[in-house]
């Protein structure tokens, strides 16, 4: 029977980790609310896959677009979420990939498996968070190809670091305290959007420095 549950319950809120996804994409490009910002209609559904059902309520309180309401009107603590859920999707979508890529390659870091993943998921994170940013910020501010990589570096990178640490920190403890799982285990992807919300917290507050100062844009 424990062997039932354990596969049974992730797959149940795996399943409506991606039920809530189609949720916000058909919310946004079926039923009208188009994100201000085009790269959060991508966000807002990457979010889900690792807050679940959860993100949904974060998403129809503030994260949903409404005519005549403008995002830098939000309170800081909102923008500051914002933030964060953008760094953690484009975070969280470089840690699926890696994941993925490791386990399939077997990468291993001086014969871990654990730290081939971990890197591959962060240079994977990395890349693919500039480019949010650069979508992000290069419209915004009506910048060229290089004055809006070299913003989006300056955007990311802190924002990027402490999302790493908070999910790294999680994986970590994972592995030295938790029966070991494989990518192939749907248990092994709830631990990973634990992990995620860990990195999403500890990203918070560096995204709510880097907005306060201008580094970053509201979303």
Not at 90 to 118: H, K, N, P, Q, Y
Request: positive net charge.
């Amino acid at each position: 029977m424990q062997a039932h549950w354990s596969t049974v319950l992730p797959a149940i809120w795996l399943t409506a980790s991606v039920l809530s996804a189609v949720v916000i994409i058909s919310d946004i490009f079926l039923a009208g609310h188009p994100q201000r910002m085009a790269i959060m209609s991508v966000v807002w559904p990457l979010t889900m896959l690792y807050w679940g059902p959860v993100g949904l309520i974060f998403y129809y309180w503030f994260g949903r677009a409404t005519p005549g309401v403008k995002k830098s009107e939000a309170p800081m603590w909102q923008a500051s979420f914002l933030g964060a859920t953008h760094c953690g999707a484009g975070c969280a979508l470089g840690d699926f990939i890696g994941e993925w890529l490791a386990f399939r390659m077997a990468l291993t870091v001086v014969g871990s498996e654990l730290g081939g993943r971990l890197l591959a998921a962060f240079v994977l994170a990395y890349l693919i968070g500039i480019a949010f940013q650069y979508f992000s910020i290069a419209p915004m501010r009506g910048l060229g190809l290089r004055d809006g990589v070299i913003a989006a570096v300056k955007a990311d990178t802190l924002s990027l670091l402490a999302y790493e640490v908070g999910m790294f920190g999680i994986m970590i403890a994972f592995a030295k305290l938790a029966s070991p799982l494989e990518p192939t285990d749907l248990a092994y992807w709830v631990r990973m959007q634990v992990a995620m919300v860990a990195g999403f917290v500890t990203t918070y507050p560096v995204n709510y420095w880097l907005i306060r100062r201008g580094v970053k844009e509201k979303m």
